[in-house]
Protein backbone atom coordinates (compact mmCIF):
# COMPACT_ATOMS: atom_id res chain seq x y z
CA UNK A 1 0.00 0.00 0.00
CA UNK A 2 1.88 3.44 -1.09
CA UNK A 3 1.59 5.39 1.06
CA UNK A 4 2.85 8.39 -0.33
CA UNK A 5 2.18 8.67 -4.35
CA UNK A 6 4.17 10.88 -6.98
CA UNK A 7 1.54 10.62 -9.91
CA UNK A 8 3.61 12.10 -12.31
CA UNK A 9 6.45 9.67 -13.65
CA UNK A 10 7.86 12.44 -16.06
CA UNK A 11 8.05 16.45 -16.15
CA UNK A 12 9.83 18.77 -19.13
CA UNK A 13 10.06 21.91 -18.40
CA UNK A 14 12.19 25.12 -20.51
CA UNK A 15 15.07 26.35 -18.55
CA UNK A 16 14.25 29.68 -16.95
CA UNK A 17 10.36 28.60 -16.19
CA UNK A 18 9.05 27.30 -13.18
CA UNK A 19 9.04 23.36 -12.63
CA UNK A 20 6.49 21.91 -10.03
CA UNK A 21 6.59 18.45 -8.64
CA UNK A 22 3.51 17.05 -7.17
CA UNK A 23 3.39 14.54 -4.22
CA UNK A 24 0.01 12.92 -2.12
CA UNK A 25 0.06 11.54 0.87
CA UNK A 26 -2.55 9.10 3.03
CA UNK A 27 -1.28 9.14 6.67
CA UNK A 28 -2.03 11.98 8.71
CA UNK A 29 0.46 10.82 11.21
CA UNK A 30 3.12 11.91 8.97
CA UNK A 31 5.27 14.94 10.69
CA UNK A 32 7.67 15.99 8.25
CA UNK A 33 7.89 15.74 4.47
CA UNK A 34 11.17 15.69 2.79
CA UNK A 35 12.35 15.66 -1.22
CA UNK A 36 15.20 14.41 -2.37
CA UNK A 37 17.13 14.36 -5.40
CA UNK A 38 18.68 11.13 -7.20
CA UNK A 39 21.14 10.83 -10.34
CA UNK A 40 21.38 7.63 -12.14
CA UNK A 41 23.58 4.93 -9.72
CA UNK A 42 23.86 7.08 -6.79
CA UNK A 43 21.76 7.44 -3.57
CA UNK A 44 19.32 9.94 -2.92
CA UNK A 45 20.52 13.37 -1.78
CA UNK A 46 18.56 15.75 0.23
CA UNK A 47 17.25 18.71 -1.04
CA UNK A 48 14.83 20.46 1.60
CA UNK A 49 12.08 19.58 3.81
CA UNK A 50 9.12 20.88 5.88
CA UNK A 51 7.55 19.89 9.03
CA UNK A 52 4.02 19.56 9.62
CA UNK A 53 3.36 22.90 11.92
CA UNK A 54 4.29 24.77 8.53
CA UNK A 55 2.66 24.94 5.15
CA UNK A 56 5.89 26.85 3.06
CA UNK A 57 9.76 26.34 3.31
CA UNK A 58 12.18 28.29 0.83
CA UNK A 59 15.91 27.43 -0.17
CA UNK A 60 16.91 29.71 -2.66
CA UNK A 61 15.76 28.86 -5.71
CA UNK A 62 13.56 25.69 -3.65
CA UNK A 63 10.15 26.31 -2.21
CA UNK A 64 8.33 23.58 -0.27
CA UNK A 65 4.74 24.15 0.14
CA UNK A 66 2.00 21.89 2.52
CA UNK A 67 -1.46 21.34 1.82
CA UNK A 68 -2.37 19.53 5.38
CA UNK A 69 -5.83 19.47 4.73
CA UNK A 70 -5.69 18.42 0.97
CA UNK A 71 -2.33 16.01 2.41
CA UNK A 72 -0.59 17.40 -0.77
CA UNK A 73 2.51 18.89 -1.18
CA UNK A 74 4.87 20.30 -3.89
CA UNK A 75 8.03 21.71 -4.64
CA UNK A 76 8.53 24.51 -6.85
CA UNK A 77 12.05 25.49 -8.60
CA UNK A 78 11.87 28.56 -10.36
CA UNK A 79 14.03 29.18 -12.11
CA UNK A 80 14.30 26.01 -13.35
CA UNK A 81 18.75 25.12 -14.46
CA UNK A 82 19.30 21.94 -17.00
CA UNK A 83 21.64 20.99 -14.29
CA UNK A 84 18.06 19.98 -12.50
CA UNK A 85 17.31 17.33 -14.63
CA UNK A 86 17.53 14.42 -12.40
CA UNK A 87 14.59 11.94 -10.25
CA UNK A 88 13.04 14.10 -7.76
CA UNK A 89 11.64 11.41 -4.36
CA UNK A 90 8.75 13.22 -2.36
CA UNK A 91 9.12 11.32 1.60
CA UNK A 92 6.94 11.91 4.56
CA UNK A 93 8.21 11.08 8.07
CA UNK A 94 6.76 8.76 10.84
CA UNK A 95 8.88 8.32 14.23
CA UNK A 96 9.65 4.69 15.03
CA UNK A 97 11.63 6.04 18.75
CA UNK A 98 13.31 8.68 20.18
CA UNK A 99 15.53 10.12 17.18
CA UNK A 100 14.87 7.34 14.32
CA UNK A 101 12.45 7.75 11.48
CA UNK A 102 10.63 5.94 8.71
CA UNK A 103 10.87 7.99 5.56
CA UNK A 104 8.03 6.13 2.97
CA UNK A 105 9.38 7.10 -0.36
CA UNK A 106 6.86 7.82 -3.37
CA UNK A 107 7.98 6.62 -6.92
CA UNK A 108 9.62 9.77 -7.98
CA UNK A 109 8.94 12.17 -10.60
CA UNK A 110 12.05 12.43 -13.89
CA UNK A 111 12.61 16.30 -14.44
CA UNK A 112 13.84 17.10 -17.34
CA UNK A 113 15.06 21.06 -17.87
CA UNK A 114 15.17 21.95 -21.66
CA UNK A 115 18.33 24.53 -22.41
CA UNK B 1 32.26 16.84 6.93
CA UNK B 2 29.59 13.48 6.85
CA UNK B 3 30.42 10.71 4.18
CA UNK B 4 28.66 7.32 4.14
CA UNK B 5 30.18 4.67 1.96
CA UNK B 6 28.81 1.52 0.55
CA UNK B 7 29.99 -1.60 -1.08
CA UNK B 8 30.39 -3.05 -3.49
CA UNK B 9 28.31 -1.11 -6.21
CA UNK B 10 27.24 -4.07 -7.95
CA UNK B 11 26.54 -7.54 -6.95
CA UNK B 12 25.52 -10.63 -9.06
CA UNK B 13 24.68 -13.61 -7.16
CA UNK B 14 23.26 -16.58 -7.37
CA UNK B 15 19.81 -18.24 -5.72
CA UNK B 16 20.86 -19.43 -2.74
CA UNK B 17 24.20 -17.61 -1.84
CA UNK B 18 25.31 -15.76 0.89
CA UNK B 19 25.24 -11.93 1.30
CA UNK B 20 26.68 -9.39 3.31
CA UNK B 21 26.93 -5.70 1.91
CA UNK B 22 28.36 -2.97 4.23
CA UNK B 23 27.96 -0.03 5.14
CA UNK B 24 30.07 3.11 7.23
CA UNK B 25 29.59 6.56 8.14
CA UNK B 26 32.60 9.20 8.64
CA UNK B 27 32.32 12.43 10.77
CA UNK B 28 29.63 11.64 13.04
CA UNK B 29 29.25 9.46 16.28
CA UNK B 30 26.66 7.53 17.22
CA UNK B 31 24.21 8.07 14.31
CA UNK B 32 21.04 6.05 13.61
CA UNK B 33 21.79 4.31 10.69
CA UNK B 34 18.84 2.48 8.45
CA UNK B 35 19.09 -0.24 5.67
CA UNK B 36 16.26 0.74 2.23
CA UNK B 37 15.88 -1.28 -0.47
CA UNK B 38 14.10 0.01 -3.83
CA UNK B 39 12.39 -3.10 -5.92
CA UNK B 40 11.79 -2.48 -8.94
CA UNK B 41 8.75 -0.09 -9.88
CA UNK B 42 8.36 0.63 -6.35
CA UNK B 43 9.30 3.18 -3.75
CA UNK B 44 11.94 2.69 -0.63
CA UNK B 45 10.80 0.40 1.88
CA UNK B 46 12.57 0.20 5.43
CA UNK B 47 14.36 -3.34 5.93
CA UNK B 48 16.23 -2.82 9.24
CA UNK B 49 17.35 0.52 11.35
CA UNK B 50 19.61 1.00 14.66
CA UNK B 51 19.74 3.20 16.95
CA UNK B 52 23.54 2.16 18.58
CA UNK B 53 25.65 -0.78 18.74
CA UNK B 54 23.99 -4.06 18.73
CA UNK B 55 20.55 -2.35 18.41
CA UNK B 56 18.50 -3.67 15.51
CA UNK B 57 15.32 -3.32 14.55
CA UNK B 58 13.07 -5.29 11.78
CA UNK B 59 10.40 -3.25 9.60
CA UNK B 60 9.13 -6.16 7.22
CA UNK B 61 9.46 -9.48 7.91
CA UNK B 62 12.21 -10.92 5.35
CA UNK B 63 15.15 -13.23 4.23
CA UNK B 64 17.81 -10.65 5.55
CA UNK B 65 19.46 -9.68 8.69
CA UNK B 66 21.55 -6.77 9.87
CA UNK B 67 24.26 -6.37 12.03
CA UNK B 68 25.73 -3.88 13.94
CA UNK B 69 29.24 -4.61 15.26
CA UNK B 70 30.86 -0.72 15.54
CA UNK B 71 29.48 2.48 16.15
CA UNK B 72 29.30 3.24 12.35
CA UNK B 73 29.19 0.14 10.31
CA UNK B 74 25.84 -1.19 9.35
CA UNK B 75 26.04 -4.68 7.71
CA UNK B 76 23.50 -6.08 5.55
CA UNK B 77 23.29 -10.41 5.60
CA UNK B 78 21.60 -13.44 4.33
CA UNK B 79 22.47 -16.78 4.61
CA UNK B 80 20.43 -17.71 1.22
CA UNK B 81 19.43 -15.12 -1.36
CA UNK B 82 15.99 -15.60 -2.87
CA UNK B 83 15.17 -13.80 -6.47
CA UNK B 84 12.81 -11.13 -5.02
CA UNK B 85 15.98 -10.14 -3.16
CA UNK B 86 17.01 -8.41 -5.68
CA UNK B 87 16.90 -4.41 -6.14
CA UNK B 88 18.59 -1.40 -5.22
CA UNK B 89 19.58 -1.63 -1.17
CA UNK B 90 20.75 1.82 -0.05
CA UNK B 91 22.22 2.83 3.42
CA UNK B 92 21.20 6.04 5.14
CA UNK B 93 22.44 7.87 8.30
CA UNK B 94 20.36 10.52 10.38
CA UNK B 95 21.89 12.51 13.63
CA UNK B 96 20.87 10.56 17.19
CA UNK B 97 20.76 13.99 18.83
CA UNK B 98 17.31 14.53 19.80
CA UNK B 99 15.10 13.80 16.90
CA UNK B 100 16.48 14.33 13.26
CA UNK B 101 14.32 14.05 10.27
CA UNK B 102 16.80 14.47 7.11
CA UNK B 103 17.97 10.85 6.58
CA UNK B 104 21.57 10.98 4.53
CA UNK B 105 21.64 7.87 1.92
CA UNK B 106 24.88 6.14 0.64
CA UNK B 107 25.43 5.56 -2.88
CA UNK B 108 24.04 1.67 -3.02
CA UNK B 109 24.27 -1.35 -4.30
CA UNK B 110 22.59 -2.62 -7.12
CA UNK B 111 21.70 -6.36 -6.11
CA UNK B 112 20.38 -8.95 -9.08
CA UNK B 113 19.87 -12.80 -7.76
CA UNK B 114 20.00 -15.25 -10.90
Known amino acids: DQQVKQNSPSLSVQEGRISILNCDYT??????FLWYKKYPAEGPTFLIS?????DKNEDGRFTVFLNKSAKHLSLHIVPSQPGDSAVYFC??????????????FGTGTRLTVIP | SQTIHQWPATLVQPVGSPLSLECTVE??????LYWYRQAAGRGLQLLFY??????ISSEVPQNLSASRPQDRQFILSSKKLLLSDSGFYLC?????????????FGPGTRLTVT
Open chain 2, 92 to 104: AWSGASGISYEQY
Open chain 1, 27 to 32: NSMFDY
Open chain 1, 50 to 54: ISSIK
Open chain 1, 91 to 104: AASALLQTGANNLF
Open chain 2, 27 to 32: GTSNPN
Open chain 2, 50 to 55: SVGIGQ
